[in-house]
């Protein structure tokens, strides 16, 4: 019993603040209980079953909400009865009841809410009486968004691409107003410009006031603060010193006056509107061109004097006993370095040519002519060593010790920029530059490159340099011309011969990036036929080019000519004809270069088919086909230097023999006696472009051939037409073996344009005066066979206007004739080529 008393004493304790929780809650009213909101496990994604279990559910509450069952009153047939059991079925909708509750509130405490205060009627006259008055500007609050507290399993796909076409509207919409209001606070923008002072503007209207002193004329245009000349605002801006006019704007040219005066300018217009075809090209030629170091004095005013010739011969010191070489301006040391002698590099390795160029000076005195020399001689020697842009600088200092620092600094590739076509053809052209910013450029490699670049016909680039925007780098810029991807060409020519008729129409086409093959491909197509004389000529030949990305080069021929003809001999008229097909390949290796000289190999092989029919009173005299296959390795060389080009083409042909039915010794003699398949012979041909004073220039070029055996027609050599020799008909003779010959003088190129007076005109022609020559012979000859010989002197002219039309004229008399008779004296040769 004892113990129950104070158990029970401590349940009283107990049960005693819970007894007044639970008053004070009646008191203050309890709270809710929580909403059971099924958030999701949003470590767990639902499974596909209950995927599919929530998506029926869903369209069933769906279906619930939409069906509709179809009354028979709906459709009008339904009876009085059956319209009034319906709408008794019908179920009606609860209309809730009215509670009328009467103005006044008790005074028990039914009337006192859970905070302490005293309810009050709405149509009292005083519930408003204790409330603060309104504030005259309240602040409106937007409040964010309900945020969704959806988990991501329970967003459906449906909400996801929603929210995504919202984001993408909204962000639309942005940019559309932003570029709207950017238009409109363009065209509402204004500029306040203070009225000019005449006393302290530079560039002011002329007033009335103004126009009385005197014009003293345009002099040179003023500079301003950043060095530059200062442009006028426009033609009534005029500059005043000393209270007088001394420079006016220009009048800007209308449309027309500048067509005038472009088109009567000098030979290509201003420097802008140079033709592209006369940009320097930095490795065409060499270039000697060196700026001399300007040694210059500090005047008191802490410039510097200009150069004068005068000060070639003073002298700098009378015993250099070393050169100092660096990288940098920043490594030049302040006052005369000693310790050393000989010379000594810091950051820069010298090339052996311009290591002998500095060590020869060592020892010797030095002046100001003898240190520009040397300095010419430097970068002279850079371009010699693979190196074609470098900066030799004498910064200031002192060298009265007998040590004279230089700061060499050897151009590094900075961007590639290239003009003058496509986005898509820039981006090709650009990746074909192999160094990579910042590494040195050497010559050897823009040259193949740009070589590589150029093999395209139907694309010519020039390489120019530009100083780039880091400290020694080096822009390289090219400037592309680019002809049109699709290119259709007319020539008129007689080229042909007595036989087939003289005159020649050539129609063509070249399309470039045929089909999906892209702008590295070619193809091209021409046709070729006889225009006078009964006899009749049809050529087909297309040709297609591959430039691979490896810089490897393949190209595909095939040919087929059909021709007839009919001569008349003794009295008799005979007619020959026949079908010559042919399928050629070429691959194109390009080889490392060797200093200036690029050189390639090329691999081939050629199938031919030739058909001779010969018929008398239209009766089949003989008729036979021979077919070719051969295979061929050629070796060819260009080589440039400071005056010409010197290119060698060359060779080998060899044809096994009894390849087919018809590539045999039996058949081969039946159209040429003494003829063999198993052959071998090899082709060298040799040209020279040479530069020669003022604006001449010559040409060279010889071809000699060699055979071990008789070849029939298609594998000879061929003297006589515009292409060999000059003054006969087009191959008259032919020969296994022989030499064929030509040189020229030509003139220095003039403008037949600049005689109309517009001298923008984009031509050139050149005359030129020639002698050719050509000696064959047959490797078994036939009895009484005699070796041809043939040659010509004579003139001839050459017209190019811009890239669509060229022209070509020549006259060649005949001066040598052994082995045969022409029975002319000499020869015209014409043609005009038209390119649309």
């Known amino acids: 019993m004892k113990h129950l008393i104070p158990s029970a004493f401590a349940l009283l304790l107990l049960l005693g603040p819970v007894h007044v929780l639970h008053s004070q809650d009646s008191e203050l009213g309890a709270l809710p209980p929580l909403p059971d909101l099924d958030l999701g496990d949003p470590q767990r994604k639902l499974s596909w079953k209950e995927k599919r279990e929530r998506t029926r559910k869903l369209n069933e509450s769906r279906y619930e909400d939409n069906v509709y069952e179809r009354m028979p009153e709906d459709t009008g047939r339904a009876t009085i009865g059956q319209r009034l059991s319906s709408a008794s079925s019908q179920t009606k909708k609860k209309v809730p009841q009215q509670i009328t509750v009467a103005n006044s509130l008790p005074t028990t405490e039914d009337g006192i809410t859970a905070s302490g205060s005293r309810l009050r009627a709405f149509g009292d006259d005083n519930y408003w009486g204790e409330l603060p008055p309104p504030t005259p500007e309240e602040m409106l609050i937007d409040l964010p968004p309900t945020p969704d507290l959806r988990t991501p399993d329970q967003i459906t796909k449906r909400e996801r691409l929603r929210d995504l076409r919202i984001a993408k509207y909204e962000q639309r919409k942005a940019e559309v107003d932003a570029a709207r209001e950017e238009k409109e606070m363009r065209q509402r923008a204004v500029v306040n410009r203070p009225e000019a002072d005449p006393s302290t503007a530079l560039v002011q209207v002329e007033s009335q006031s103004m126009g009385s002193g005197g014009y003293v004329g345009n002099e040179a245009a003023p500079e301003t603060v950043g060095e530059g000349n200062l442009k006028p605002f426009n033609e009534n801006s005029v500059f005043y010193k000393d209270n007088q006019m001394v420079y006016k704007g220009d009048r800007r040219n209308t449309a027309v006056e500048s067509w005038w005066k472009k088109g009567t300018n000098e030979q290509g217009g201003p420097a802008e509107a140079q033709p592209k075809w006369r940009w320097r090209n930095p490795f065409a030629e060499a270039n000697d061109d060196v700026q001399p170091v300007s040694f210059t004095q500090s005047d008191g005013n802490g410039g510097h004097s200009s150069y004068r010739p005068s000060a070639e011969a003073t002298l700098l010191t009378s015993n250099l006993r070393g050169i100092r070489v660096v990288s940098s301006t920043r490594e030049v040391k302040k006052g005369s370095p000693s310790g050393f002698s000989g010379v000594v590099t810091e950051g820069v390795d010298l090339p052996p040519k311009v290591y002998n160029v500095f060590s020869s000076r060592v020892g010797e005195s030095l002046t100001l002519g003898g240190l520009n020399q040397m300095v010419r001689d430097a970068v002279l020697a850079y371009r010699k060593s693979d190196l074609p842009v470098v900066d030799v600088l004498v910064p200031e200092q002192e060298i009265t010790s007998g040590i004279l620092q230089l700061v060499i600094i050897e151009g590094r590739l900075g961007d590639v920029i290239v003009e003058g076509a496509s986005d898509a053809e820039s981006r090709a052209l650009s990746r074909q530059i192999r160094t990579q910013r910042g590494e040195v450029i050497h010559e050897s490699d823009l040259t193949e490159d740009l070589n590589w670049i150029n093999k395209h016909p139907n694309r010519q680039v020039d390489l120019v340099f530009s100083p780039g925007s880091g400290y020694g780098e080096t822009d390289v810029i090219l400037r592309n011309e680019t002809t049109k991807d699709l290119i259709g060409y007319v020539s008129l020519e007689n080229s042909g011969t007595s036989a087939l008729g003289e005159a020649r129409g050539i129609f063509g086409l070249s399309w470039t990036g045929p089909l999906f093959l892209g702008m590295d491909s070619i193809l091209s197509y021409q046709f070729t036929t006889n225009i006078d004389g009964e006899s009749s000529l049809f050529g087909h030949s297309g040709v297609f080019a591959s430039y691979l990305p490896w810089r490897h080069q393949i190209t595909l021929l095939g040919a087929y000519v059909d021709t007839e003809a009919q001569f008349i001999q003794n009295g008799a008229v005979f007619e020959n004809g026949g079908e010559n097909k042919q399928i050629s390949g070429r691959y194109g290796i390009p080889l490392p270069n060797i200093g200036r000289i690029s050189h390639e190999l090329e691999l081939g092989m050629d199938f031919k088919s030739s058909n001779s029919a010969l018929a008398f009173n239209q009766a089949q005299v003989f008729d036979t086909t021979s077919e070719i296959v051969q295979y061929s390795l050629g070796y060819n060389i260009v080589s440039r230097d400071q005056t010409g080009v010197w290119r060698l083409d060359s060779e080998v042909v060899s044809s096994p023999g009894d390849n087919t039915n018809k590539n045999t010794d039996a058949v081969f003699a039946t159209q040429r006696a003494g003829a063999t398949a198993n052959y071998t012979y090899g082709v060298v041909t040799l040209e020279r472009d040479q530069r020669l004073p003022e604006g001449w220039s010559a040409y060279g070029r010889i071809q000699g051939q060699a055979s071990n055996a008789n070849l029939l027609a ?97 006259y060649g008399f005949q001066v040598t004739e052994e082995g045969f008779d022409d029975g002319n004296q000499g020869r015209w040769h014409v043609g005009a080529t038209a390119t649309f």
Do not use: H
């Open 714 to 810: 298609s594998e000879t050599l061929g003297a006589g037409g515009y292409d060999s020799v000059r003054g006969w008909e087009q191959r008259i003779v032919r020969g296994d073996s022989g030499v064929v010959a030509s040189a020229e003088l030509r003139t220095p190129i003039f403008y037949p344009s600049t005689f109309t007076g517009f001298r923008n005109v984009q031509d050139g022609a050149y005359g030129l005066v020639f002698y050719d020559y050509g000696s064959l012979s047959s490797n078994n000859p036939l009895p009484g066979e005699l070796d041809t010989e043939l040659g010509s002197v004579g003139l001839g002219f050459r017209y190019q206007r811009d890239n669509w039309f060229s022209l070509r004229v020549d």
